[in-house]
């Protein structure tokens, strides 16, 4: 039986959560999570916004701080011209900027999508879905494949990712409602990613 109103949520490979909103509350218990950056701030991108993300467990190195913060133009001048308010949920997605920002941190020794999204999901929480190896294996069929240029590959995995967020629109959007009640700010965004990580690893047990 779901709680109040919370619509389920139906993953790919017909994998149903009949009460998303507990799944969620669950995690949430957890010590680790990934906050929003500064508001104030929405197109700067530096030193802070790593250390968070590596508070969330994204353990970037310093050495690996120090290679993207030499990308740090690059990474400001495409999150400029990203709307703070950018979302997966809108019909119109800023996919051309999105992968501009993406392709910033292509060749960083050791850098690659999870580490990437977990370091701008906080700077666009309703836009950028956190591609660790958890999602990415939820997301395989939309891999374009280690031959497709980096920013590339990380857009089409967002795509696939935003269209399993538009099928499941209504519970998604009834569990923020239920959450924000509760005093919890998530977004459609990382609340499909924490559905994503208990079916996908419920399911490996």
Excluded: C
């Amino acid at each position: 039986m779901t709680t109040s109103s919370v619509r389920p949520v139906v993953l790919r490979n017909g994998i149903g959560i009949e009460d998303p909103l507990q799944v969620v509350l669950g995690f949430l218990k957890a010590p680790r999570r990934f906050d929003v950056s500064d508001p104030a701030q929405p197109a700067s991108f530096g030193e802070p916004d790593l250390r968070l993300a590596n508070r969330g467990g994204a353990r970037i190195s310093a050495a690996q701080i120090a290679a993207i913060l030499e990308r740090r133009r690059a990474i400001e001048g495409a999150l400029l011209s990203i709307p703070p308010g950018a979302s997966l949920t809108r019909a119109r997605v800023p996919w051309a900027p999105l992968g501009q920002l993406f392709d910033a941190f292509a060749g960083i020794s050791g850098v690659g999508f999870a580490k990437m999204t977990k370091s701008l999901h906080g700077k666009r929480p309703a836009l950028i879905p956190i591609l660790d190896s958890v999602v990415q294996r939820h997301l395989a069929a939309d891999d374009l494949g280690a031959q497709a240029p980096f920013g590339e590959r990380a857009v089409g995995l967002t795509r696939g990712y935003k269209r399993d967020l538009d099928r499941n629109r209504s519970g998604l959007g009834t569990t923020r409602r239920e959450l924000a009640s509760r005093g919890h700010d998530l977004t459609e965004v990382r609340i499909l990613d924490l559905l994503i990580w208990s079916a996908e690893v419920v399911g490996l047990r």
